[in-house]
């Protein structure tokens, strides 16, 4: 069984910076690339990064490009999510899931590989950027 689950979220002023963690457990990391999405309220869920461990490639949405810095601890295949000179836009519930993208002007759209089976996204963690 796939499971997931993110942490690192907090409260932070607009310009600062947070590091999520998303810990892997049975997810086929060699064969599907593995990304972070978000959900503000009233809102749908966003492709944020994606990154790829056998091409070692990395991508970013147009918002999060410049600003955050996605990686991989290979020993224990949790993905990390480096958000530095936060928005108070970037204000969602942050989740780990599997992905694909397709660039689109200079950036990707980071969309969810329904190839693996999740079974839930979990509850995510809270990321909360002031003004």
């Known amino acids: 069984e796939v499971q997931l689950q993110a942490s690192g979220g907090g409260l932070v002023q607009t310009g600062g910076s947070l590091r999520l963690s998303c810990t892997t457990s049975?997810?086929?990391?060699?064969?599907?690339?593995l990304g972070w999405f978000r959900q503000a309220p009233g809102k749908e869920r966003e492709g944020v990064s994606c990154i790829s461990k056998s091409e070692g490639n990395r991508y970013y949405s147009e918002s999060a490009k410049g600003r955050f810095t996605i990686s991989i601890d290979d020993p224990k295949n949790t993905v990390y999510l480096r958000m530095n000179s936060l928005k108070p836009e970037d204000t969602a519930v942050y989740y780990c899931g599997a992905c694909y993208v397709y660039e689109s002007g200079g950036s990707y759209v980071v969309l969810v590989d329904t190839r693996v089976d999740f079974g839930s996204w979990g509850q995510g963690t809270l990321v909360t950027v002031s003004s």
């Open positions: 049975g997810f086929p990391i060699d064969d599907y690339a």
